[in-house]
T-cell receptor
């Protein structure tokens, strides 16, 4: 079955700096890669996703890249703000309506 | 309210008791998913429904767990004879087949088994 790994497990950045989270997956059948943000006491919230026919996608301060050959994908957050502090999960699935396999999470702290 | 709702938000029970959680998906979403999340980990898939049909169950879903979605709307997840290892956050998500069809998560039910 699919296995998703994520690094780093914790990340601390100064406000305004960039944050990068990297993930790898094992199942070549995976074609959909969502990223979720989870704040304390809440469920995960989808912030951006990328499909296997796209190498890069950007939405304001957030960008994701995908290398299907290497089975790597990454999340980049630019101009970080304190409200970006949360746990971020990368995930993979065959399609966007199949079960999602999550990575272990990255706890991001943005220091004002 | 247009989001996924879950009840109760918190449940404390004694080992050996049965518990039932409810999930109300976003209106007209035909897929509904249950996940379990333990502290410091990512959510783990348990099962999912398309309308009232249960299409897949994880190996994590032991025979003490049962999920239903009788009318293709809300869903219940029951755990019988709870064990301390069942303590976790139980998350529900829903999606609509078609575009866009990403999964939207509810706030979860936190279960503590004492």
């Amino acid at each position: 079955g699919e296995n998703v790994e994520q690094h780093p497990s914790t990340l601390s950045v100064q406000e305004g700096d960039s944050a990068v989270i990297k993930c790898t997956y094992s199942d070549s059948a995976s074609n959909y890669f969502p990223w979720y943000k989870q704040e304390l006491g809440k469920g995960p919230q989808l912030i951006i996703d990328i499909r296997s026919n796209v190498g890069e996608k950007k939405d304001q301060r957030i960008a994701v890249t995908l290398n299907k050959t290497a089975k790597h994908f990454s999340l980049h957050i630019t101009e970080t703000q304190p409200e970006d502090s949360a746990v971020y999960f990368c995930a993979a699935s065959e399609t966007s309506y199949d079960k999602v396999i999550f990575g272990p999470g990255t706890s991001l702290s943005v220091i004002p | 309210d247009t989001g996924v709702s879950q009840n109760p938000r918190h449940k404390i029970t004694k080992r050996g008791q049965n518990v039932t959680f409810r999930c109300d998906p976003i209106s007209e979403h035909n897929r509904l998913y249950w996940y379990r999340q333990t502290l410091g980990q990512g959510p783990e898939f348990l099962t999912y429904f398309q309308n009232e049909a249960q299409l897949e169950k994880s190996r994590l879903l032991s025979d003490r767990f049962s999920a239903e979605r009788p009318k293709g709307s809300f869903s219940t997840l029951e755990i019988q004879r709870t064990e301390q290892g069942d303590s976790a956050m139980y998350l529900c998500a829903s999606s609509l087949l078609g575009q866009p069809n990403e999964q939207y998560f509810g706030p979860g039910t936190r279960l503590t088994v004492t």
